[in-house]
């Protein structure tokens, strides 16, 4: 079904796996392409409840874009390429249903920006990230410049911005990159012990979460108001009464979905 990505489900939890490990999982326009269309899949599909997003083998994740593909591009080029990247890694951070980047390697470049735009980030020991554009004459152009800061801090986001540099798994944890830190072994099973949970509460209610988080860093949006919109549409659920009297009950609830 896809030319670059490994998929399978299990216990409705998606696995997604970037498979070029000749090119260390580099993203090309094929990868953003499949992408795109597992995430339409992953909208759509009622069986799909999260997501785990994660490289194939033990040494990258994703290491960046496929550079050779911005030769000789045009300002207007840039500029499109840029807008297809955000575009993307927006559905996955607007998505309703939790997607996590399992970090097994490298997340340089495009690769650290597709693990930010994930909802939460799990790492392995060896794991390194960074955004090196300036090293080729560039920015981040997938959001990596508004998510870095948002997750890290500006004074920080900044430095590694105009240096270039990377910071190893243990750094990324104390500046709040990543939410654990695991070793190879641990990293799709840690996913998945965090995800089954997810997948135990109301779903409409997961999703709400989202949304209201997602407001915050939204110059459209009052997130307050969101908040409130949101909870407010709780209310109108089954799950909500389902919570409510399981609760009372002392019960575990069955949630729907509805």
Known sequence: MYNTLLTS?????????????DKLNALNQQVMQDLDKVLNEIYENKNIKSVIITGSGNKSFVAGADIGEF?????????????????????????????????NGFALGGGCELAMSCHFRIATENA?????????????GYGGTQRLVQLIGKGRALELLMTGNMVDATSALQFGLINHLVSQEELIPKAIQILTTINNKAPLAVAGCITAANAVFDEKQNGFLTEIEEFGKCFDTADMKEGTSAFLEKRKPNFCGC
């Open 128 to 140: 390194k990230f960074g955004q090196p554009e300036v090293n080729l004459g560039l920015i981040p």
């Open 9 to 21: 489900l299990e216990n409705n939890i998606l696995l997604v796996t970037i498979n070029r490990p």
């Open 71 to 103: 030769v000789g591009a045009t300002n207007e080029q840039g500029k499109l390429l840029a807008m297809n990247g955000q575009t993307i890694f927006s559905k996955i951070e607007n998505c309703p249903k939790p997607i996590v980047a399992a970090v």
